[in-house]
Structures are given as structure tokens and as C-alpha cells.
């Protein structure tokens, strides 16, 4: 923790009612906290009980007997169902153009707007950028749905007009490829401006110094953000590409429940989707619960392993 | 400093790109804005692109004097101010303690707080025991099990931090306790992180759907704007919506879901813009947290 140096003195030899008198106040404001904890993060966990388990959808996971196969019986028919493999798949799958395709654009972006010279203009240009970040996804499937709809969207309107064949539609939102195509893009849409934030910040650390040393030694505008804008923003980039990484199993569940439709449901079903529907609609109490811990599990995995990676190669991890 | 040619060509070049992303970042909001704006003759001849054509407000008329959606907006603006509320509330009470380096088992305590950040019990158990405490079909479900978020209030304590101790050492060598430190020391210094978190836990809560869409099924009364609008926006024809909601014009549903969608964007764009200057801090010291 980088603010270990600067926290309050230890207060030596104060006996306990002293320490009580002084500092008890301290634990009645931690009371509320503490207990929205235990009821709503621990509590909770009991739950995950239900996994192994057999289904009940009105007894509590510890007054019911265990599942088949060592308690296991749900791991193993989540593997053997098509479906799951799928949601898996497309998890996956999402998640890993989201990165390979999301992940540059806002340094991009910031490395634009670096150069951008004008202040004001460099305000506005952010507060626009920011825009999407505030759009629930319900929103946006809104304006989307306006947008890329095959016969009456926006896009196709002009491409049927500047085509001149009415008949020329692209499907963003019908076909499964062009739909996650759709999905990935929006994703971007929406998050690669706030994502500018992290790294305009590590910019503002950079020496201007160095600037000046680079114009000195005559080195253009590119070669000035290859030799120092982006050296600068290295540890950034690798934090956050480790955090994504250690992500990579996680699912959206606002994002591919407002965007899906009917036609594209074989790539659009990720394991947040596969829960909903097989636990709340449903009743697949266990089947889902173990679809969820194996989720969670593998992430936790993925981030601690991830985290340790980036120490070894001497960054700052995020833990 | 003189500029070269090279320069000021780039210079041009970087202004046009930005407002080329700024105006993608504002075109799907812009041709939402224009349909909803337009007469119904003209959208089904799908002559409306950026510039509304027939220019008419019946669709804002039409949301504004639907009783479902007047309470679905009451309702959500209520949930927000108290959700914002509670939350900050909560997120102080749980930062602040952890700031004292002397409090005795105050590293176990964090402990066990960030460990709920990386591992969560899931969907389904959640579920369970929102069943189990017979919270589901209750308003109160959609403010509780969201009312403190670890992010969050790692965010506060980081800041709480950054307080110089001198100030702290006054206030407690002048006989004020914890509490009172709090009160007249931290909280004035805060104004900027506050104004983030508020921002940050409104947003969440404007936006929110998914609790409601998990725990309240039959209660319509409960919906809070955001599932109020993906309902609308699922149903697949118009003439539905117009029998549902009982327009009287179906060729009105489709300028009205427009209409609709503006109306739950409004509120956060009005707002956003005045904490940038803020929620730019709040974002930083979020991401190179303790």
C-alpha cells in the first residue's frame, strides 16, 4: 500500500479502556458497514452449498441431501450440456476480442488528445468522450436498434441510398458474426472514452522536460510519442491489460441481455445469460449455482495468477 | 515558438480526428433525438436521418402524460437520491475507521471487505438469500444489497489518506474525537471525492435493471425506469406498445420508445458534464489503489 508510510503514529502503551474511550467510536461507525457485509457478501456464500446439492426449490441447500457423484452431479451435467459449452465458448470469445480489439483504442485516444493544444478544446472534445460511460446498456441497445436495424437504421438507410439498391442491408444486428462484431464495437463505443481517463493522468506525469529534450534533439511529433508519451504510459498499460486478463472468464450480464435478439441467441448466450435462464426462470437452483462457483473460482484463479505474472516481470501488480 | 508546416498540417489533422470521434460518440443520441422529434409519415418513408422532418414534440407529450412512466420516473429519482445517499453514508463509515492505523484489527477487517471484491458468491446464491430475508417483490431490495461498494469506498479511504495527519493531530490535541475530526476535519476536505462517489453511485442506480430484473417480477409499481424501458423496447411491435400503454395513435409508439429513451438519458447528461473536473480525480485514484 503506497500510503503505509503516512498513516497515524501507534499509540504505544494505552491501556484498553483508554484506547476504548478514545477510538470505540471508531467501531460503532464500522457496525452498519460490517453488517451489510456479513448479510449481503458472506452470507450469501452459505448458499453455494445448493452446487452440490440436490435441487430444491424450497428447502435450504444444508436440509437437503447431496448430490449424485460425490456432490458433483451438477459440474458434470454443466460439461455435458451443449449449451453450457457454448455460453462458455462465447464467454470467452467476447471477452478476448473485447481485449484484443477494445484494449488499444482509448490509449489511442489518449495519445490523441495529448497532442490536442488547445484547452478548451481539449475539455469539450473529453466531455463528449465521456458520454457514452453514462448510457445504461438498455439505452444504448435503444439507440442502437435505431441505428443498425436492417431496414430501417440509420446505416442501412444510407446505404441503401448511396448503393442505390434497396435491397443492399447489412444485418449488424441479425447475423451472429456481424452481431458480435456489432457487440464488440459498442462495447467500444461505450467505454473507449471514459478509458482515456487512467492514462491522461499517468501523461500529466511525465516530465516536460522530456519533451523539450526530444524537440531538441529534432525529433518529430511521432517520434516524440513513440520515444516518450508511450514509455511513459508502460506501467499503466500493463496494469490494466493484467486486470483485463484476470477478467477474461468474467460476463456482462446488462450488456448481452439488452443487445441480444432472437436470431443470434447461439453466440449471444455468455454464462451470466446461462444462469439467468436455467436458475431464475428456471429453477435449476444447483445446476446454475455450479455453473457460478466455477466462474468464480476460475476468475479468482486467472486474476491471482495474472497478478503474479505481472510482479515477476517487476510491474506493479493490483493487489 | 514559431511552427513549422509539418505542425500546423498535424495540428489540423488531430483537430479533425477528435471531432470526428466526438461527433460518432454523439450520432446515435442525435438520430434518437431527430425520430423523436418527427412526424410518423416521414419515419415510415425512413426519410429521417440527423434532422427531424414533420417536427412535432407528441411524442414527448404523449411519455409525459403516460401515468405508468411518470411513476417509473418518480419512483426512480426517489430510489436514486436515497440509494446516493445511504451509499455515502455507508461508504464514510466504512473508509474512515480504516484510516486509523491504530485500529485494532482494522487490516483484518479490510481484509476481509476486499476480499468480497474479488470473490462473489454469484446469481443464484444471492438470490437465494434475497428469497430466504423475503425481500423479493420489496422496493428495499433495490437499495440495500447495493449500498457500499468496495471500489468505492477504496476510493474515500485513498483520499481520507492523501489528509494531511498534522490536520488530524490538531483537531485531536484540541479535544475533538473521531468523530469530530471527522465532521469538521475530513468531510469539509471532501467536498470533490463526495461529489465523484454521489456521481458514481447515482449513475449506478439511474442505470441499474438487472436487481429489479431479478428480484421484482410481478410488481410493476417497483420498476424502476430502466427495466420500464427495456420492456417497451423488447416488445416487438408497436401496435403492442399502443394497446399496453394505451396510446391512441400507433403510429405514435415509435417516436414515443424514442421519446422514452431521451427521457431516462437527460437527467445523467445534464449532470455529468459539471463534475468532470472531479470524477477525473475520483476515476485516478481509483486505479492506482492501495
Known sequence: MQNQGKKMK?????????????????????????????????????????????????????????????????????FRDREFINALRNTLTLNLLDLLCGFPVPILMALLLNEVTAKGFKKVTQTVLYLPHFLSWIIISGLALRLLADNDGLFNIVLKRLSGNPQAAVPYLSNSTHWVWTYIVLGIWKEAGWGTIIYLAALTGISP?????????????????????????RPTI??????????????????????????????????SIYVYQKGIKGSQFSLSTAVGLFQSVVGVFFLLTANTVAKRVGERGIM | MIKSKATRIGDAVIIILCLLLMFICLLPMLNVLARSLS?????????????????????????LNNSKYQHSMIFTAGLTVLCTLLSLTMTVFCAYPLTYDNLKGGSFLNGIIIFTMYFSAGTIPNYLLIKSLGLLENWWVLVIPNCL??????????????????????????????IRTLFSVYLPLSTSVLATLALFYAVGRWNGFSDALLYIKSKE???????????????????????????????LAETVKMATVMFATVPILLVYPWLQRYFVTGVTIGAVKG
Open chain 1, 10 to 78: 501507534k499509540t504505544g502503551g494505552m491501556s484498553f479502556g483508554t484506547y476504548m474511550r478514545r477510538y470505540g467510536t471508531l467501531y460503532l461507525l464500522l457496525i452498519l458497514p460490517l453488517i451489510f457485509f456479513a448479510v449481503f457478501r458472506y452470507a450469501p456464500m452459505a448458499y453455494i452449498l445448493s452446487a452440490f446439492k440436490q435441487n430444491n426449490i424450497i428447502k435450504a441447500p444444508w436440509q437437503v441431501p447431496w448430490a449424485k457423484n460425490n456432490g458433483f452431479e451438477w459440474f458434470i451435467k454443466a
Open chain 1, 209 to 233: 522536460e522530456l519533451y523539450e529534450a526530444a524537440a531538441v534533439d529534432g525529433a518529430g511529433r511521432f517520434r516524440r510519442i513513440w520515444h516518450v508519451t508511450l514509455p511513459g504510459l
Open chain 1, 238 to 271: 500493463i496494469t490494466l491489460l493484467i486486470m483485463n486478463l484476470g477478467r477474461i472468464l468474467g460476463s456482462e450480464f446488462d450488456r448481452p441481455l439488452a443487445l441480444s435478439n432472437k436470431l443470434v441467441t447461439d453466440v449471444s448466450n455468455v454464462i
Open chain 2, 39 to 63: 412526424s410518423s409519415e416521414f419515419l415510415i418513408r425512413n426519410e429521417v436521418l440527423l434532422w427531424p422532418k414533420g417536427f412535432n414534440t407528441d411524442a414527448y407529450t404523449t411519455v
Open chain 2, 149 to 178: 461498494s468496495v471500489y468505492n469506498m477504496i476510493i474515500m479511504r485513498s483520499f481520507f489518506f492523501s489528509v494531511p495527519d498534522s490536520l488530524r493531530e490538531a483537531a485531536e490535541i484540541d479535544g475533538a474525537g473521531p
Open chain 2, 221 to 251: 409499481e417497483y420498476f424502476p425506469i430502466q427495466l420500464y424501458l427495456y420492456n417497451i423496447l423488447q416488445n416487438s411491435t408497436n401496435a403492442e406498445i399502443a394497446t399496453q400503454e394505451g396510446f391512441s395513435n400507433p403510429g
